[in-house]
């Protein structure tokens, strides 16, 4: 049983557009999530984070939300440019847990010219 | 500064043989993890050390796994007597954080290991 769902494989949007790429999780433990980037033959680059205590968290081009009741994160990139077409993995944490993430399976981007 | 390198890159194993794939973490980095990521899923995690300390082994897939770190910094994953279901990137990661703490992981590029 997937902790961490991302439901979309794939996502397309055009240069300057907005990309919004969503991720769900089943274990209300979770305190802690993360955003992932990953280009081909790399590991996952850190891009963002939110802990539980806060709803929305903003890095220039990038916010990440928090819907906790809902179960729910979003990652919002403004504007879209194609250097951020990779895969997006979303991964949660929980203090009483351990140290180890649970990620998503990934959203693969791809932002068009 | 340096970031996590992982050694070999790539590996190419008979079924059956035994191999061995390195970690360097970042310099200073209390805690290491070994995540195993199959081909188009996310990462799924191995095994954690805080120093040289083993403190979570639970998603070693069986006991033909082992993960060392004696002296607290480089750390090696071993597989024994491989079988074509674990091909897959190995990938570790490192972070400042000890037990409890909120904190970002920094993954090396993966060792592709490939069993025929």
């Known amino acids: 049983d997937q902790q961490v769902k991302q439901n979309s494989p794939s996502l397309s949007v055009q240069e300057g557009r907005i990309s919004i790429l969503n991720c769900d999780y089943t274990?209300?433990?979770?305190?802690?999530f993360l955003w992932y980037k990953k280009y081909p033959a790399e590991g996952p680059t850190f891009l963002i984070s939110?802990?539980?205590?806060?709803d929305k968290n903003e890095d220039g081009r990038f916010t990440v939300f928090l819907n906790k009741s809902a179960k729910h994160l979003s990652l919002h990139i403004v504007p879209s440019q194609p250097g951020d077409s990779a895969v997006y993995f979303c991964?949660?944490?929980?203090?009483?847990?351990?140290?180890?993430?649970?990620f998503g399976p990934g959203t693969r981007l791809s932002v068009l010219p | 500064g340096a970031g996590v390198s992982q050694s070999p890159r790539y590996k190419v194993a008979k079924r059956g043989q035994d191999v061995a794939l390195r970690c360097d973490p970042i310099?200073?980095?209390?805690?290491l993890f070994w995540y195993q990521q199959a081909l188009g899923q996310g990462p799924e995690f191995l095994t954690y050390?805080?120093?040289?300390?083993?403190?979570?082994k639970s998603g070693l897939p069986s006991d033909r796994f082992f993960a060392e770190r004696p002296e607290g910094s480089v750390s090696t994953l071993k597989i024994q007597r491989t079988q074509q279901e674990d091909s897959a990137v190995y990938l570790c990661?490192?972070?400042?954080?000890?037990?409890?703490?909120?904190?970002?992981?920094?993954f090396g590029p993966g060792t592709r290991l490939l069993v025929l």
């Open positions: 990661a490192s972070s400042t954080a000890s037990m409890g703490e909120e904190e970002t992981q920094y």
């Open positions: 274990n209300s433990m979770f305190d802690y």
């Open positions: 939110i802990s539980s205590i806060k």
């Open positions: 991964a949660a944490s929980a203090y009483n847990y351990g140290q180890n993430f649970v």
């Open positions: 310099s200073g980095h209390v805690s």
């Open positions: 050390f805080q120093n040289e300390a083993q403190l979570d």
